[in-house]
């Protein structure tokens, strides 16, 4: 009996030691705007101007978070996650399509990941990882051109259609001719990230969902956060746009990412603003948060700086940070933050300056494709920035 205790204590401290790098629900904490020099008059102007876009039919819902020196200060659901064919209220736990912000927050973050462990180098040509690719002018063109949306590539095609497998749509691209010389122009490549996930999927030897899953959501404690979103997560999904008769809730939104079973490294991630939070967190903190530390800070640094060789182009390694893609910074942030759009609404700017992000998550496309976040973005982004009176 003694020996059969003991071998049950032993296997419970095994097991303890084997999650000690693992928490499930992180949350940051809340506390007023006042707390952290904010302006709560200022800054609860923004539930009119969203109010505003769902009632002009802009975007049917959505969730708001900002947070200031490590503090969710403001967090609220407005409108609805679903119109039809049946109505169903936005809630503050929403999961969203993120669309391309699958680029910067799990692709990018993949990629840095493998760079930090010593198994890519970013000046390394894709073909090295990829062969196959180094036809058609493209031998030169270096992992860092397709972060930085210049490496040749164009931006999409229309795989949906052609009947490829993962294996055929990935030699596919890596097939295609340049649309321009790589490295003299700045085209947002859908196609750039689909190689860098494959790019993660052979380095890593699991595919990309299950790499940035175990070594990024897991130990950040996002459990809200990941590819292919399982039955008990789609009735708390936004609802998108109709796929065959169906209204898509849970379901991946992008047709290439459809193409590829909903895994692929420029869409395809689903999340929400409480597991972002946490992730943006650790983003300011230098890549760490509550004692787990992810990333270095020089990986931090040269993630969310600029990177491109283009002129009048800045972006960093997956992130946005000066280009036309920049929106949703508003008028009176300063320039230096970095951030990202996706196609269903979703949209993030953090500004490290001022140690403040904002997450405005919104189904824009449903029910129709026809709605429009880009201004409701930089609204609000213009509310919280003249709410900070701390600087």
């Not at 992008?254 to 597991?275: C, E, N, R």
Request: glycine share 10%; with cysteine.
């Amino acid at each position: 009996m003694m020996i059969l205790k003991n071998c049950f204590l032993i296997s419970v401290l095994l097991i303890s030691i084997s999650f000690t790098n693992y928490v499930w629900g992180r949350t940051l904490p809340m506390d007023t705007p006042e707390s952290v020099g904010m302006s709560s008059d200022r800054l609860k102007r923004v539930d009119r101007v969203i109010d505003e876009s769902i009632k002009n039919k802009e975007i049917p819902g959505a969730v708001l978070l900002v947070s200031h020196k490590g503090k969710i200060v403001y967090k609220k659901a407005y409108g609805y996650r679903m119109v039809t064919p049946r109505q169903e209220k936005m809630t503050v736990d929403t999961i969203f399509d993120m669309a391309s912000i699958t680029k910067p927050m799990a692709t990018a973050s993949g990629i840095m990941l493998l760079v930090e462990d010593g198994k890519i180098r970013l000046q390394d040509p894709v073909a090295k990882y990829l062969p196959g690719f180094e036809v058609k002018g493209k031998a030169d063109v270096p992992v860092a051109y397709l972060l930085t949306h210049c490496s040749g590539l164009p931006a999409w095609d229309r795989y949906a259609t052609k009947n490829l497998d993962r294996d055929g749509i990935i030699a596919d691209i890596c097939s295609k001719d340049t649309a321009y010389e790589p490295g003299t122009k700045f085209v947002y490549s859908d196609l750039g990230f689909v190689l860098l996930g494959e790019i993660i999927t052979r380095v890593s030897g699991v595919p990309e969902n299950e790499f940035v899953a175990k070594n990024l959501y897991s130990r950040l404690g996002m459990e809200h956060t990941g590819y292919l979103p399982p039955d008990s997560w789609k009735a708390q999904c936004a609802a998108t746009e109709p796929r065959g008769g169906k209204m898509m809730q849970g379901e991946v939104h992008d047709p290439i990412a459809y193409a590829l079973k909903g895994v692929a490294g420029h869409a395809g991630l689903f999340s929400t603003v409480d597991d972002m939070a946490v992730y943006f967190q650790m983003l300011l903190n230098g890549g760490v948060i509550d004692g787990i530390r992810i990333y270095s800070p020089l990986t931090i640094r040269e993630m969310t700086k600029n990177q491109s060789p283009v002129a009048a182009r800045d972006y960093g390694f997956g992130w946005v940070i000066g280009t036309s893609y920049a929106g949703q910074r508003g008028d009176i942030f300063p320039r230096g933050g970095f951030g990202h759009t996706g196609w269903t609404g979703t949209s993030v700017w953090v500004d490290p300056t001022s140690q403040t992000f904002i997450v405005l998550l919104t189904n824009r496309v449903h029910p129709d494709g026809k709605g429009d976040a880009g201004r409701v973005r930089a609204l609000v982004s213009n509310i919280v920035a003249s709410s900070i009176m701390d600087e």
